[in-house]
Structure formats: C-alpha cells, structure tokens
C-alpha cells in the first residue's frame, strides 16, 4: 500500500493524489475526486492553540468510490485533529480500485497532514 502525505494549511486544503491506469488496466485506489478538500476543515480550536499533527488512515474504498471504512493507523496526538480528518475522508469520494478494467472495492493508506505554514 501507498501513503500519500496531504499538508492542510489554515486557509486551504489539499489531498493527495493517486495512481490512475489506463482503460483495462488494474490499479490500486486512486486519488480523491475533485471537491474533497472542502470537506477535511482544520479545527478552529487547535488551530487557535497552535496544535499542528499528522493522521495516517487504512481507508476501505467501494466500488463506485466511498469510503466505507477510515481506520487511524497513525494518530497525530490530537483527538480533535484525528476526528475531523476522519470525518472529512469518510464523506470523500476516491477513484476506485480496478480489477482488469472493473471497478472493485480497495484498501489504501491516505494521510492527512495539519500544518499551520
């Protein structure tokens, strides 16, 4: 499994990408789709404080795309950071896994990064 690192910075965020095949091809699940960085929001109160961190999540993808599961493998030490990473990929929408040009359910590993820069 791939991670991806997704800075998130106070006033934008970005998601990272992933690997797209070609037509036929079977590949791994691939990058959110467009719209999922409006979803994954720094929380007012730890950016306030200063508290910056990383969540690594074993995400479990459908089919058609939704995270069905987001399980923390890797928590940044912020419970408030953590939830609102979890919250924001799981309403995310990914490209799924392909299986000789069908698309099936997938697992991969996705990061999200809280930094104040």
Known sequence: MRTVEVPVAPGAIRLGAGMAGAPGESRAVGAPQPGC???IGYPESERQRGVTGAVVFRLRVSDDGRVVDARIVQPSGSFALDEAARRGVRRCRFV???????????????RVVFNLN
């Open 37 to 39: 960085e409006d979803v």
């Open 96 to 110: 799924p896994a392909l299986r000789d040009g069908v698309p099936v359910w997938g697992s991969r590993d996705y």
